[in-house]
């Protein structure tokens, strides 16, 4: 999401008010962001965010 709206890793860990070695966690599964960040996440790179069951297909 992050290279695809242009951002490089300082950019949006600045935009999101977060470390740039806490973005580069999230990015690479070793830590979880929190729904506050994934939401900030979305807006600033312009996505719709989706929460899928991972048992199901339904979108929860």
């Given at each position: 999401?992050?290279?695809?709206?242009?951002?490089?890793?300082?950019?949006?860990?600045?935009?999101?008010?977060?470390?740039?070695?806490?973005?580069?966690g999230?990015?690479?599964?070793?830590?979880?962001?929190?729904?506050?960040v994934?939401?900030?996440?979305?807006?600033?790179?312009?996505?719709?965010?989706?929460?899928?069951?991972?048992n199901?297909?339904?979108?929860?």
């Amino acid at each position: 999401m992050r290279i695809a709206a242009g951002f490089s890793q300082a950019e949006l860990a600045a935009r999101l008010g977060i470390a740039q070695t806490t973005l580069s966690g999230y990015e690479t599964g070793y830590s979880m962001p929190n729904y506050d960040v994934v939401e900030r996440l979305a807006k600033i790179c312009e996505f719709d965010v989706i929460f899928l069951d991972k048992n199901s297909a339904e979108k929860i």
